[in-house]
């Protein structure tokens, strides 16, 4: 199930606050830290400039944003 941003403009999605560790620093802008999913627990490895503009998708399909939190689209039955 893929979250898109319009799921998340128009509130179809569960929110949760992610957990981001170690943030390394490097040239040209390539910092990068990992996010742990809220949903599936898989660790994606996140560049800080890929967060400034979509988010990053999850291989769950959960969006992780720049602001600490990952959404999910909720299904309707
Ligand atoms: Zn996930």
Do not use: Q
């Not at 898109?4 to 990068?32: F, L, N, V």
């Amino acid at each position: 199930l893929k979250t898109t941003s319009d799921d998340i403009a128009t509130g179809r999605c569960e929110a949760r606050s992610h957990d981001r560790s170690g943030e390394y620093s490097m040239p040209a802008g390539k910092t990068y830290f990992y996010i742990t999913c809220p949903f599936c627990f898989d660790r994606s490895k996140v560049y800080a400039w890929s967060m400034a503009g979509r988010g990053k998708r999850c291989p769950c399909g959960a969006m992780h944003d720049g602001l600490g939190r990952t959404h999910r689209k909720v299904e309707r039955k």
